[in-house]
């Protein structure tokens, strides 16, 4: 089970860090990654974080995003500075062990 937080309203510049609780799993051992839904958009992944700690990020949130990992806490994070109002939607917590989802959190920036 994946259970997302930090979400909220933020303006364009400012910061806002997206947590993600797992459960179930060796969380240890597996490949976390977010990924996020635009209006009317596809979902896209933007950032994704191995088990060794080896990180990728999309093109667009290159500099800015941060995706890190605590295993003692089982928890997966995504740091988000200097917001667009361009990332604004639903972020999606996700893992290919059993191909599981979080429910998302809202991210909303305003210009």
Request: charged residues 20%; proline residues 2%.
């Amino acid at each position: 089970q994946l259970v997302e937080s930090g979400g909220g309203l933020v303006q364009a510049g400012g910061s806002l860090r997206l947590a993600c609780n797992a459960s179930g799993m060796i969380f240890s051992l597996n490949p976390m990654d977010w990924q996020r839904q635009g209006p009317g958009k596809q979902r896209e992944m933007i950032a994704m974080i191995q088990s060794d700690g080896t990180t990728s990020y999309l093109d667009s949130v290159k500099g800015r995003f941060t995706i890190s990992r605590d295993n003692d806490k089982n928890t997966v994070y995504l740091q988000m500075n200097d917001v667009k109002t361009e990332d604004t939607g639903v972020y999606f917590c996700h893992t290919f062990y059993r191909n599981s989802w979080g429910r998302g959190t809202q991210v909303t920036i305003s210009s």
